[in-house]
């Protein structure tokens, strides 16, 4: 979706802002699940390859029966861990994707300048997927770095009236004014 060709639809700059926002969470969540899927799917063929790889040090090393428990034995603690560790790299993905979603949604201009002042240690994933301990942080953060975020600036307040105040006490009305222009025009020609 192109900005141009939203205008050309006639939607003014404020539509279309609104719309590429909207377009751009979209477009956000989707390459985070495809980015989440992309390292699960590597992640479950490297552990296939590793176990693999495993089993066939086992069929080799079938020689005495005590060895091999203790090689099982330790290849399925090799195993609790690396799993383990995946579990740990994908739940820190998840948790990296949503505090950048979150900075996108408090308008901060760029994501990578505003994230190392955000403490990721202190922000938690609750159950239901919301983050404890970062609104707070971001608020601080706005307060100190203004600038690093789009600000939201009221909109002028503009009336446009007839009436045009010469000074005075606002309730001479324009005949005043050509009365007064009158009079000096006169006063020219004497």
Do not use: C
């Not at 993905?93 to 505003?114: C, H, P, W, Y």
């Not at 922000?123 to 600000?151: C, H, M, P, R, W």
């Amino acid at each position: 979706m192109k900005r141009d060709d939203l205008k050309e639809q006639g939607l003014n700059e404020t539509q279309i802002n609104f719309v590429m926002s909207q377009n751009g969470k979209d477009i956000n969540a989707l390459n985070e699940k495809i980015t989440s899927l992309t390292n699960e799917r590597d992640g479950l063929q490297s552990q296939i390859a590793d176990r693999d790889n495993q089993l066939n040090d086992l069929k080799k090393s079938v020689k005495d029966n005590d060895a091999l428990k203790d090689q099982i034995k330790q290849l399925q603690e090799d195993n609790k861990t690396a799993t383990q560790k995946y579990q740990d790299q994908l739940a820190s993905q998840s948790k990296n994707f949503k505090i950048e979603g979150a900075l996108r949604d408090a308008k901060a201009k760029n994501i990578k300048t505003v994230l190392p002042l955000i403490d990721t240690d202190k922000v938690s994933v609750n159950k239901d997927g919301s983050l404890t301990g970062l609104s707070e942080q971001i608020d601080a953060v706005k307060k100190d770095n203004s600038y690093l975020f789009d600000a939201e600036q009221p909109k002028p307040n503009i009336s446009l009236s007839n009436e045009f105040n010469n000074g005075n006490d606002g309730n001479s009305g324009s005949d005043d004014i050509v009365n007064n222009i009158a009079q000096r025009m006169q006063e020219a020609k004497d």
